[in-house]
């Protein structure tokens, strides 16, 4: 299993910057892919940020050139920092873990960090 605890959320206006982090209970090497996901209220979780062990670290396109992913392997910490923020933004923000356990591949989540953009 993998725990995730994140910190870092909170109210900032319109172009400014955040730093969301997430430690991991477990080693980021014995985990195949770490990334951030966000949800709006009534609207599906969607992929912010992700990086596949081996891989490379792919972006959804609203937040290209804006947002940075990345880990501290010493510290079994992942992060995202977040600049020139948007209204649209405003979500909460989950860590994610993946990792394949025998033949299943399983999904962990943290419990949600809330960022708040104002215009």
């Known amino acids: 299993q993998v725990q995730l605890v994140e910190s870092g959320g909170g109210s900032v206006q319109a172009g400014g910057s955040l730093r969301l982090s997430c430690v991991t209970s477990r080693s980021l090497f014995t985990i195949n892919a770490v990334g951030w996901y966000r949800q709006i209220p009534g609207k599906q979780r969607e992929l912010v940020a992700r990086i596949p062990l081996g891989g490379r670290t792919n972006y959804a396109d609203s937040v290209k050139g804006r947002f940075t992913i990345s880990r501290d392997n010493a510290k079994n910490t992942l992060y995202l920092q977040m600049n020139s923020l948007k209204p649209e933004d405003t979500a909460v923000y989950y860590c994610?873990?993946?990792?394949?356990?025998?033949?299943?591949?399983?999904?962990?989540w943290g419990q949600g960090t809330r960022v708040t953009v104002s215009s």
């Open positions: 994610n873990a993946g990792r394949w356990e025998g033949p299943t591949y399983r999904d962990y």
